[in-house]
């Protein structure tokens, strides 16, 4: 339904972004609510107070037995959600008082990156133990006690960067000393090994779709993302509609769909300064099922990147030289890192990034319906860099 208008979609333009493009239900269900939300109120800002009361309802309803939150404090990052962190006096089913630091992460009225609370809620359950993350504890998946959907989970220590070392935002452009490389490069790279190779019970993750081997594994990702596009873009960009068709003429079959983390990168984990230790593997919204060199053609992305000393090193994630990393993956996961395949998933990649800037963004930031505005106004801003860059990953397939 071309020339819908996309501030205020009727309920026959949704219905026919439903029916063009098939998503994973869960991911159906996050857009549509989007859209059918989108006419109404901007983010409007939440008084600590209340946010307070309201997570303690929660907690109360979930957990059966009464709680009290103590300490609430704002915390900064999170480009797509609001958080705050806390300590709550509670009975866990262990049966013993204790003070338990928390984080609640929420939703905006429409994120940068719209995704699931329930899908983060089962993947961080069902990586426990298999990589550092967050203990996670409830969810309010449509805003029942909340403002809007949220989550609850543990305060995990660490920084996403040394005191020495600078970045722009997001954690783009971090470099880091040689010390702080050899240090977590190894780490960061045997967790995303760990994540490829975990294969979680059938019913750990009911709101995912898992792909059969020797299927493309693609089409439900990129009717996911192509909808994105058609829902929030402002503008018509022959070359993202041109990056979209040869995504689609090209799909590779994927012989072993892995679970997937979707935004691995520096930035989303955290680390302790005082023994370069990794502490937890954060935002895992994007996270799905699929070929696994799509986390490696996203990690590798420049934007993720650093330049070492010499100033022609190009550095995965700011942590390690490329050929390196790639030889170090292969060794750890028995996976091959085929140079084709790659280059198809870094095409896919720009898209999404493309999309992400120049339409989420845009949008989000134009109806005020986000807290950071401000970041999403500045990663509208660097669109025509990853427009140039997919237009050359295009150029060389």
Excluded at 263 to 292: C, Q
């Amino acid at each position: 339904m071309p020339g819908f208008d996309k501030d205020r979609p009727s309920a026959d333009a949704i219905a026919w972004l439903r029916a063009r493009f098939s998503c994973e239900p869960e991911i159906d269900r996050i857009l549509t609510r989007k859209l059918e939300q989108r006419a109404g109120p901007g983010y409007r800002r939440s008084n600590l107070a209340e946010l307070v009361g309201a997570t303690e309802a929660l907690i109360r309803a979930r957990h059966g037995a009464d709680c009290h939150i103590s300490d609430a404090r704002w915390l900064t990052g999170g480009v797509s959600k609001l958080q705050f962190a806390f300590t709550l006096t509670w009975t866990p089913p262990a049966g013993v008082v204790a003070r338990s630091p928390m984080v609640l992460r929420m939703e905006s009225a429409e994120s940068l990156v719209e995704t699931s609370r329930v899908r983060e809620f089962e993947i961080l359950h069902a990586l426990q133990g298999v990589v550092p993350v967050p203990p996670v504890y409830w969810l309010d998946a449509r805003g029942e006690f909340l403002p809007y959907p949220a989550i609850v989970c543990g305060f995990m220590p660490g920084v996403t960067k040394p005191r020495d070392a600078t970045s722009q935002a997001s954690g783009m452009g971090t470099r880091l000393a040689a010390r702080w490389r050899d240090a977590l490069g190894p780490q960061f790279l045997t967790a995303l090994a760990r994540i490829h190779g975990h294969a979680p019970a059938l019913n750990a993750l009911p709101s995912f779709v898992r792909p059969p081997p020797g299927t493309t594994a693609l089409d439900l990702d990129l009717d996911h993302w192509e909808r994105v596009w058609e829902e929030d873009a402002d503008e018509d960009v022959p070359l993202m509609r041109f990056a979209m068709a040869w995504l689609r003429a090209h799909r590779p079959v994927c012989e072993r769909p892995v679970l997937l983390h979707g935004d691995y990168r520096m930035g989303n984990f955290l680390f302790t300064e005082e023994d370069a230790r990794i502490t937890a593997i954060l935002d895992w919204e994007m996270a799905r099922f699929g070929d696994h060199h799509f986390d490696l053609a996203w990690v590798s992305h420049p934007a993720y990147g650093a330049l070492a000393e010499d100033g022609r090193t190009r550095l995965v994630a700011g942590l390690m030289e490329e050929a390196e990393f790639f030889a170090r993956y292969e060794a750890e996961t028995g996976l091959a890192v085929d140079a084709r395949r790659l280059h198809y998933y870094r095409v896919l990649a720009g898209y999404v990034q493309g999309t992400l800037a120049l339409a989420c963004a845009w949008r989000a930031a134009r109806n005020g319906k986000t807290h950071q505005d401000a970041l999403a106004a500045w990663i509208v801003g660097i669109g025509p860099r990853l427009l140039g860059e997919l237009r050359d990953l295009l150029d060389a397939a």
